[in-house]
């Protein structure tokens, strides 16, 4: 077992505070001026219409907000502090929560937290803790004690300022589930739902799909399909080459020597603009003024895939939100078809032949076309995240494996 890459995916708009990842999990800091209208806890209602007899296992964990502390919830919304772990890890204590029966519905309390739902069928999960905090499963890793178990997670943040929560497939596409957040005039806002018959769809495409993408795929001794790694996971993992994208950034790379690739990464900020252009072997951006504002490296395709080492995007205002602009034109493949960053129109995206063709195949089959195919799909606002400032309860529905 081994600690999990930390991608972030929740990113409130709202929020103007600063962000930090803790074992993994998202760390929201609320504004000074934040309200009180959330309580301390609002219901959770995990419904299940997976199809599948198994016994379903539900983890709440997390970092707490008001304390900083990590841990872990019960079903009443109680927090529990980590104890502390050693070095080799030691077991966390059970964590799980008994989930509701096939075509079931299981209503806890979700308190604020940063962090994680998870969700198992048939077998509880492992998790240890080091001297450092929590380990959480490593889906890269053939040798992870969770690496035969069909599980899955939401991640979601709930302060002062409302919830945010999403579905996501960076990481893996596995058990599928669709997410919601009622509304205070008694309305629900959900995603995360597949098309009929996306479940099989998508990993029938992923097979399809020559190059190695097939080898994504993790199949159980007994037949059960688990998940499909997400493309970095796979380059770690050896299923996919590390030389997937390189073409792409070699055309990139070419173009920019000789044109200018503008990237606007503010929508409410038009005015603020950043140039590029590839000079001595990397890519200069320069503010309106002509002033050399950060410079990239040419990225290799595990740094476009996780969105981090060449492409690392710090919580700053100048290099983080280029750095996720460009890590959504890489994974869409518009950088080529568009000198304007970044390219928010979803008719133009995954149209190269060199692309993230797992994010491009999960698209294809969400309901709303929403997904977290990579960390930062929220660029133009394509990702799977419902959020609303004054949740009255919250949702996660574990969908048919068709």
């Known amino acids: ?103 079931q519905a299981l209503t806890i309390r979700m308190p604020k937290f940063s962090g994680r739902v998870y969700f198992s069928y048939g077998q509880k999960l492992v998790f240890r803790l080091t001297t450092g905090g929590l380990v ?112 792409y950034v070699n055309r990139v790379w070419t173009k920019y020597a000789t044109q200018t690739l503008t990237v606007t990464p503010f929508a409410n900020q038009p005015s603020i603009k950043y140039y590029g252009r590839v000079s001595g072997g990397v890519m200069n951006f320069t503010n309106g003024s002509g002033a050399l504002v950060t410079s990239f490296q ?9 969105c981090y080492k060449l492409l690392d995007a710090p919580n700053d205002l100048v290099r983080g939100p280029i750095s996720r602009t460009l890590c959504a034109g890489y994974n869409r493949s518009t950088l080529l078809t568009n000198p304007n960053q970044p390219d928010t129109s979803s008719a133009g995206f995954y149209q190269d032949a060199v692309t993230n063709h797992y994010s491009r195949k999960i698209h294809a089959q969400m309901a709303d076309g929403k997904a977290y195919g990579f960390a930062f799909d929220d660029v133009g606002a394509h990702e799977s995240l419902v959020h609303d400032g004054d949740p009255r309860q919250a949702y996660i529905t574990l969908d048919p494996f068709s």
Do not use: C
Request: hydrophobic share 35%; aromatic share 8%; net charge neutral.
């Open 136 to 247: 959480q499963p490593a889906v890269q890793n053939p040798s992870d004690p969770n690496a035969n178990i069909l599980f899955n997670w939401t991640e979601y943040t709930l302060n002062d300022s409302g919830l945010w929560i999403n579905s996501t497939q960076v990481d893996m596409f596995s058990a599928p589930y669709a997410v919601g957040v009622k509304r205070p005039d008694g309305t629900t806002k959900t995603t995360g739902h597949l098309k009929p018959g996306g479940y099989n769809g998508f990993f029938n495409a992923l097979r399809a799909q020559p190059g190695g993408w097939a080898n994504l795929i993790r199949t159980r001794s007994d037949g059960t399909i688990l998940r499909a790694l997400a493309p970095g996971h796979g380059i770690e993992a050896g299923a996919l080459p590390a030389t997937v994208m390189n073409d």
């Open 1 to 103: 077992m081994s600690v999990t890459r930390s991608t972030p995916r929740i990113r409130p708009a709202s929020l103007l505070a600063a962000f930090a990842l803790a074992a993994g999990l998202l760390v929201a800091t609320p504004p000074s001026d934040a309200g009180a209208a959330v309580p301390a806890t609002i219901p959770l209602t995990v419904t299940n219409n997976s199809g599948r007899s198994d016994q379903v296992h539900v983890y709440v964990i997390g970092t707490e907000l008001a304390t900083g502390r990590q841990g872990w919830a019960d079903a009443s919304g109680t927090f529990h502090p980590w104890p502390a772990g050693g070095n080799p890890p030691t077991p966390a204590p059970d964590a799980s929560i008994p989930g509701p029966a096939r075509g």
């Open 298 to 306: 040419k990225p290799d395709s595990d740094s476009i895939f996780g």
